[in-house]
Nanobody
Framework: QEQLGQSGGGLVQPGGSRRLYCVVSGTIFSLYALAWYRQAPGKQRELVAGISPGGNTNYADSVKGRFTISRDNAKNTVYLQMNNLKPEDTGVYYC?????????WGQGTQVTVSS
């Protein structure tokens, strides 16, 4: 059973940047599709960005051009680089390995964008 450990959240001012990290253990990391989701207060969890085993990426329209997902198979780590953060980016961010239905989730990390 894979385990996902997240880090990198916190309080950020509007326009600022933050990088999220997710280390995946207990599986063959390079074979997995990975993704970042977020859940804002009172809203459903939504897909922010995904990356395939081959490195193809996809993004929610709301973050295109500002966020970048990447993976380092040697370190079993998936990253989410967030630039030009907006208050509406506030929420709990979760990494996922293997898809939302059958995959595994990180513990979540709070990102708050506020002045």
């Amino acid at each position: 059973q894979e385990q996902l450990g997240q880090s990198g959240g916190g309080l950020v001012q509007p326009g600022g940047s933050r990088r999220l990290y997710c280390v995946v253990s207990g599986t063959i990391f390079s074979l997995y599709a990975l993704a970042w989701y977020r859940q804002a207060p009172g809203k459903q969890r939504e897909l922010v960005a995904g990356i395939s085993p081959g490195g193809n990426t996809n993004y929610a329209d709301s973050v295109k051009g500002r966020f970048t997902i990447s993976r380092d198979n040697a370190k079993n780590t998936v990253y989410l680089q967030m630039n030009n953060l907006k208050p509406e980016d506030t929420g709990v961010y979760y990494c996922n390995a293997g898809g939302p239905a059958m995959g595994s989730w990180g513990q979540g990390t709070q990102v708050t964008v506020s002045s």
